[in-house]
């Protein structure tokens, strides 16, 4: 079955960088788009990134852009994403998800568009 697994996640004061990992499995990874996406507390699902299969393309929420860097590496099965300058209101739970259709992703946000989600992992960036 597909599994989504993310890690990285932590306290970090601002101005601070930390890399996030996602150990994708049970499907072929190299065929299929993968995205960041974020929860603040009381807050929405907020589209962080998106990654094209071989992660030749990428697509960033204004918020991050300049500052987050999405990649892959199909050889492993692995999604990452580089958050440098990290601030308090990048706080959230960040998921990686994978979009439902082979070879697709786009730079808007609608979760219609994926089909499997990880447990998210927990950005604190506090002083």
């Known amino acids: 079955q597909v599994q989504l697994v993310e890690s990285g996640g932590g306290l970090v004061q601002p101005g601070g960088s930390l890399r996030l990992s996602c150990a994708a499995s049970?499907?072929?990874?190299?065929?299929?788009?993968m995205s960041w996406v974020r929860r603040a507390p009381g807050k929405g699902l907020e589209w962080v990134s998106s990654v094209s299969t071989v992660g030749i393309s990428a697509f960033y929420a204004d918020s991050v852009k300049g500052r987050f860097t999405v990649s892959r590496d199909n050889a492993v099965n692995t999604l990452y994403l580089r958050m440098n300058s990290l601030k308090p209101e990048d706080s959230a739970v960040y998921y990686c998800?994978?979009?439902?259709?082979?070879?697709?992703?786009?730079?808007?946000?609608?979760?219609?568009?994926?089909?499997?989600w990880g447990q998210g992992t927990q950005v604190t960036v506090s002083s």
């Open positions: 049970g499907f072929t990874f190299a065929t299929y788009g």
């Open positions: 998800t994978k979009y439902r259709r082979p070879r697709y992703m786009s730079d808007t946000f609608d979760v219609q568009d994926y089909d499997y």
